[in-house]
């Protein structure tokens, strides 16, 4: 028994031997080498881009990731903003003092020519960010070119902070400017149609058209479905001023729903906020649909309803939201 050991294991040194001596190579790796190659071929290529982007930056800055309607995370974006047919190099930066900004670039006979940079002033700098920009685009102005949507997220513990700008190209000045921005709306997220941009935050939703000038935002009224242990109030805006609301105390379970119903029609906005003493009065109400709050803590909330543009505030209604 022991000589058969022996001899096994002879053979099997001898045969590791052998295959080491021939160099045998696995035939799945074998048919992932163009793969490999061409990966490398563009690692090359964005390599040189980069490298040539970063010869008229300044050296402080940090380029971030970029992402469009395929989620896909990419280090530029390439869109033809000028239809010159050339496209023009999207790329987005946090600079030194960590604010975010977008750059965008134009390919001439020595590398690339800086045609629009910016860095956003935010409130909301310091808290936590994704690294990520969102890029789309979408012809919102009516002069046949593309625009840049440009948004972005910061984060606090139970909250986002959402921005977002739109930058283009005008055809008569010959030069990238600003056409709208909104910066540090909590609790906001934004959809991109075909002509114009809708932002909802904390309960409000507004839908952004230009209007010959400049984008003019108009308030999306929607009637929640109201359910039969729904609380609800009503509440009114008057062309003199005066704000009214049905209810400026109420009492909810952990839960329960609060509707917010505006019955008038004015063509004014408002603001509608939370506030509360304890900071994790955020917690308390959560934004779950249009002017539609669940409450899923037990706490007290003012709920600030700001009339006529949102600016009024000698006319604000306190709403008290206590729940158990």
């Given at each position: ?9 002879v053979?099997?040194?001898?045969f590791?031997?052998s ?5 045998i ?7 992932k080498?163009p793969?490999?190659i061409?990966?490398?071929e563009?690692d090359t ?14 050296a ?10 395929t989620?896909q ?8 903003l000028?239809?010159?047919e050339?496209?023009e190099l ?6 030194k ?11 001439d006979e020595?590398?690339f020519?800086k ?12 808290l ?8 789309k ?10 625009q840049?949507?440009?948004?972005y997220?910061f ?18 000045e010959?030069v ?16 991109v149609?075909s002509d114009h ?20 935002g ?6 929640p ?12 805006m ?11 105390e ?11 119903i ?12 939370q506030?509360?003493d ?10 779950t649909?249009?002017k ?11 709920i ?17 939201v206590?729940?158990?």
């Amino acid at each position: 028994m022991r000589k058969n050991l022996v001899g096994l294991l002879v053979v099997c040194i001898v045969f590791m031997f052998s295959l080491s001596a021939c160099n045998i190579v696995d035939p799945v790796q074998t048919m992932k080498t163009p793969v490999i190659i061409e990966a490398a071929e563009a690692d090359t290529s964005k390599l040189e881009v980069l490298s040539m982007v970063k010869e008229i930056l300044p050296a402080e800055i940090e380029l971030l990731k970029l992402t469009n309607l395929t989620e896909q995370k990419m280090d530029w974006l390439e869109i033809d903003l000028t239809e010159d047919e050339r496209a023009e190099l999207i790329l987005g930066y946090r600079d030194k003092d960590e604010k975010v900004g977008v750059i965008i670039l134009q390919k001439d006979e020595q590398g690339f020519k800086k045609l629009y940079m910016k860095a956003f002033d935010n409130y909301d700098y310091q808290l936590s960010f994704a690294e990520v920009i969102d890029i789309k685009t979408a012809p919102l102005i009516n002069n046949k070119l593309l625009q840049v949507v440009v948004s972005y997220n910061f984060y606090a513990p139970n909250y986002n902070s959402l921005s977002a700008h739109v930058i283009g190209y005008d055809p008569k000045e010959k030069v990238i400017k600003d056409y709208f921005s909104l910066q540090d709306l909590p609790q906001a997220d934004m959809e991109v149609q075909s002509d114009h941009i809708i932002i909802s935050a904390m309960g409000i939703s507004k839908e952004y058209k230009w209007e010959g000038s400049k984008f003019i935002g108009k308030q999306i009224y929607e009637i929640p479905e109201v359910n039969k242990n729904d609380v609800v109030i009503h509440y009114a805006m008057s062309k003199k001023g005066p704000l009214t609301v049905s209810e400026q105390e109420v009492l909810l379970n952990v839960g329960q729903r609060l509707l917010l119903i505006r019955d008038d029609k004015l063509d004014l906005t408002e603001r509608i906020m939370q506030g509360g003493d304890d900071p994790s009065f955020v917690n308390i109400l959560d934004f779950t649909a249009e002017k539609v709050y669940t409450a899923q803590k037990s706490g007290i909330v003012q709920i600030t309803i700001v009339p006529n543009g949102g600016y009024d505030w000698d006319n604000a209604k306190e709403i008290k939201v206590k729940v158990k």
